[in-house]
């Protein structure tokens, strides 16, 4: 069919060019307004700070900190009713104003003007707007939404319910039947079974390809080669082989003389197949990741080995494991992380919407997106978010990852 | 200098939301360019006909032929699948976007109701002149909320007459003559096994509903749907007649390749198979249940949904171009192309309709049918039903217990909405 005849792909283009223009002259304005305003702000601050000097310290960051949390306040509210015309939309002036009084009440706020860091400011201040559109906002609009009962039912004037909804995502069905625990519990077993897979396929290929061989770099290619495809085409690919009449995989079963199984609709089996998708795909990039840290260990450590006896198991859990180490936890985190929240394989395999194969994540989406029940959903992302945050803060901690970044 | 900072971010972010909500000001939406220049309207028009059996293609021919007569409409098609159209139009309604028409089915009525994204069609048509059928199936609250395109929508048997010269009357004779026409390639029967559209003429047949009298409170854990569920899995495991594992797509290709001598599918797959099969393709009801009655098949229709808000030469244009399709001529060209039976009351009496043997066989099946529910607790039976119908059909449920949990299930969905 011709649907995108030129008209439509011109009027696209238009759309997003107008955007990008919009994103560039914000910028410069903003580039402007810091470059030329700089000096007489800066004279203006000190005169503000001399001013306001008899009020101490203390009270003006009091004063300070009120007038900002009303601003947050404001600035939250404001983009919440923003969609719909309401009595708070007056409030965005006030914001404004609000806003600059507590800038100028606060005892350092100005400084920045002072500071000789402004370089610095200005050249950061473009990624900061970029970061507050595309990350702060949404992640605040998100808390809003979390707040009300936004559904089918409450579709263009939802209500405000506290935190009902954080309490509810614990109590009441995530879709149909299955509570929270169990599927997070699902979810868990799922990123372990599949990382196990990972790392053990990845190193066995790894070790195998660590010699020297003819056409090893041909070996190489084809094994990267489920980590090239994109995701859903590989993951849709898959599928259609575990059809129950056409799929590659029971015709081989059947061959075998075995039995054909229903991997769309036995819950056990279709969470197999999810699983065994998973692990083709997931094989690759631990191979990658283990086989360059194996090239690092020099051989030196084997000839000692060897001198003293080893055997070749105990070479591997005594040379090979250790000195992996530094590479193989980043890579196991990244796993961990890339597994528990992935989307596609469990989405799309689950052809049948079967909620025994539902993580958390395809939950979260069947929520948002198939139920429309937004308020619960944006609770539960929040619930998820939180999980991963505890796990990577906890991460962190014990491994001292991020060391490096701060010293 | 932690200050400074968050003193800094602070008012980037605020002078960044100004920024933003400046920024659509700037855009001139759609409807501000059809009103500069009324003479023009262009309408985007959202329909769930696909290409396969060949209802996009159907659509764009009659969008053409509009456009032909009135060349200051121009239209933009789009195609979505029916869930897809769903969840995309209450997206598109979240978001201000929304398009200018819809082609669809009538169960959308109740969420867009719900949400309150489409208007009512009472004022803009006379509706008389429509079936009486199709135009209970997109009536909620007293108001009508679609504009009947074609009527039917229900599933019937039909049948490959290669493989079986007639269609068996009742379930027994379906299940002897399917045992025998069940070969290591071959099935007797072939259907949907993953959604609950194919279990709901079953449950009919048993004496069962899905809502008890109010229309909105869930009868699902009755005698009628262990029956239906046990007569599901009998057919499957017993005294198996259709395959292990099929999905739409799967009953279809079985049935279009020969491999299935029976399939229950919709009025909406008349075309498709008449091309492949031919003469071969016959159509009857669904066989009666034994010591029960005739399966109901849920009826509807597909329609057209305004959204609302759409007004001015916007909504004269589109008000005008649903009288066009279903105009008496565009009506009888829609039961000729896509074999479906027409909403206008006129066109019934076609002689396209009453000559045809197929299509007389789908108004045959469509008499015992009844009506779909509309109401948003109608999703909640759905989702409420289908994990249970497919965890009987997988052998890891009892229908006792499937049953029971369906109910469970619809109900706590039915408190979630509110």
């Known amino acids: 069919m011709e649907f995108l005849t030129w008209e439509v792909v011109l009027n696209a283009l238009g759309e ?93 706020a100005l400084n920045i003007f002072q500071s000789e860091l402004r370089l610095a400011y200005m050249l ?13 906002f949404p992640l605040l609009w998100e808390l809003n ?5 936004l559904n089918p039912r409450h579709f263009q004037s939802p209500d405000y319910i506290g935190l009902t909804n954080y309490l509810e ?86 061959r075998l003389g075995l039995p054909a199984i229903q991997w769309m609709t036995d819950p056990t089996w279709n969470f197999i197949a999810m699983s065994i998708t998973n692990i083709w795909l997931g094989i690759p990039f631990m191979m990658v990741i283990l086989l360059g840290g194996l090239q690092s260990i020099a051989g030196d450590y084997y000839e000692a080995a060897e001198l003293d006896g080893a055997s070749a198991w105990q070479q591997f859990w005594g040379v090979t494991v250790p000195l992996l180490r530094p590479v193989l936890t980043p890579a196991v985190i990244l796993g961990t992380v890339w597994t528990f929240t992935n989307f596609n394989v469990p989405f799309f395999i689950n052809q049948n919407e079967l909620e025994t194969s539902d993580t958390l994540v395809t939950a979260l989406f069947r929520s948002a997106f198939q139920y429309f029940n937004l308020g619960d959903a944006a609770a539960f992302a929040f619930v998820i978010f939180g999980l991963l945050l505890v796990f990577s803060v906890l991460y962190i901690r014990v491994t001292g990852g991020l060391k490096g970044a701060y010293e | ?125 006379d509706l ?62 072939v259907y949907n096994q993953t959604e609950p559209f194919w279990l709901v003429p079953w449950l009919g047949g048993f004496g069962g509903k899905v809502f008890a009298d109010d229309g909105k409170t869930p009868t699902l854990n009755t005698d009628a749907m262990i029956e239906t569920l046990q007569f599901l899995y009998d057919i499957k495991y017993t005294s198996p007649i259709v395959p292990a594992e099929s999905d739409y797509d799967g009953a279809d290709a079985l049935f279009k390749e020969g491999k299935a001598a029976m399939i229950i599918n919709g009025d909406w797959s008349l075309g498709g ?55 008496a001529n565009n009506q009888a060209l829609m039961v000729a192309k896509l074999n479906r039976l027409p909403a206008l009351e006129a066109a019934l009496d076609d002689p396209l309709i009453t000559n ?27 989702d409420g039903m289908k994990p249970e119908m497919q965890a009987v059909l997988a052998d890891t449920k009892t229908p006792e217990d499937a049953a029971a949990a369906m109910q469970t299930a619809a109900e706590t969905c039915i408190a979630n909405l509110e």
């Open chain 1, 145 to 149: 939404v979390s707040l009300t009962n």
């Open chain 2, 273 to 327: 198979y008449r091309e492949v099969l031919g003469d071969d393709l016959g159509v009857a009801r669904i066989p009666e249940v034994v010591g029960g009655e005739w399966p109901h098949p849920y009826t509807s229709g597909v329609y057209f949904m305004i959204p609302d808000g759409i007004e001015g030469a916007k909504l004269e244009a589109i008000v005008d171009f649903i009288h066009f399709v279903t105009s």
């Open chain 2, 128 to 189: 008389d002149m429509y079936v009486e059928s199709a135009l209970a199936a997109a009536q909620l609250d007293g108001k009508t909320w679609g504009v009947p395109i074609s009527n039917g929508n229900h599933l019937m048997l039909l049948y490959n007459k290669g493989l079986i010269e007639s269609a068996p009357a009742t379930t027994d004779e379906l299940i002897a003559a399917g045992q025998e026409l069940t070969t290591s390639d071959q099935y007797g029967l």
């Open chain 1, 16 to 108: 997003v060019g107008s955007t990008v223009l919009y994103i560039f002259a914000g910028t410069v304005l903003l580039e402007l307004f810091v470059y030329f305003l700089w000096t007489p702000l800066r004279a203006l601050s000190r005169r503000v700070d001399g001013w306001l000097d008899p009020l101490g310290d203390r009270l003006r960051h009091l004063v300070a900190t009120v007038l900002m949390a009303v601003v947050v306040v404001f600035a939250v509210r404001a983009i919440a009713v923003g969609q719909t015309p309401s009595p708070w939309a007056p409030y965005w002036p006030l914001t404004v104003v609000v806003f600059g009084l507590g800038l100028f009440i606060s005892p350092n």
């Open chain 1, 124 to 136: 950061l201040a473009p990624a900061v707007v970029g970061l507050l559109l595309l990350v702060v």
């Open chain 2, 1 to 125: 200098m932690k200050t400074r900072l968050i003193a800094l971010v602070a008012g980037l972010f605020v002078l960044g939301m100004v920024l933003a909500a400046c920024a659509p000001v700037a855009t001139p939406t759609p409807e501000e360019i059809a009103e500069a220049e009324p003479e023009s309207v262009e309408i985007t028009l959202w329909t769930k006909e696909g290409e396969a059996d060949g209802g996009l293609q159907f659509v764009q021919s009659l969008v053409d032929a509009y456009t032909e007569i009135h060349p200051n409409v121009t239209f933009e098609l789009v195609n979505k699948d029916v869930e897809t159209l769903r969840e995309d139009f209450l997206t598109a309604g979240l978001a201000g976007a929304m398009p200018d028409l819809l082609w669809t089915v009538n169960d959308h009525a109740g969420p867009f109701t719900d949400a309150g994204l489409i208007m009512s069609v009472d004022d803009l048509f």
């Open chain 2, 356 to 382: 045809d043997p197929l299509l007389k066989g789908s108004a045959d099946q469509m008499v015992v049918g009844a009506p779909m529910p509309t109401v948003t607790e109608m999703r909640c039976n759905w």
């Open chain 1, 169 to 254: 995502v614990f109590t009441k069905p995530v879709l149909k039947q299955v509570t929270f625990f169990p599927v997070l519990l699902r979810t868990i077993l799922w990123t372990a079974v599949n990382l196990l897979f990972h790392v053990t396929g990845g190193m066995i290929l790894a070790l195998l390809l660590n010699r020297k061989m003819r056409f090893k770099g041909l070996y190489r290619a084809l094994l990267v080669f489920p980590w090239a495809i994109p995701q859903p085409i590989a993951v849709l690919a898959w599928r259609g082989e575990f059809h129950f009449e056409y799929g590659f995989v029971n015709i081989m079963l059947q």
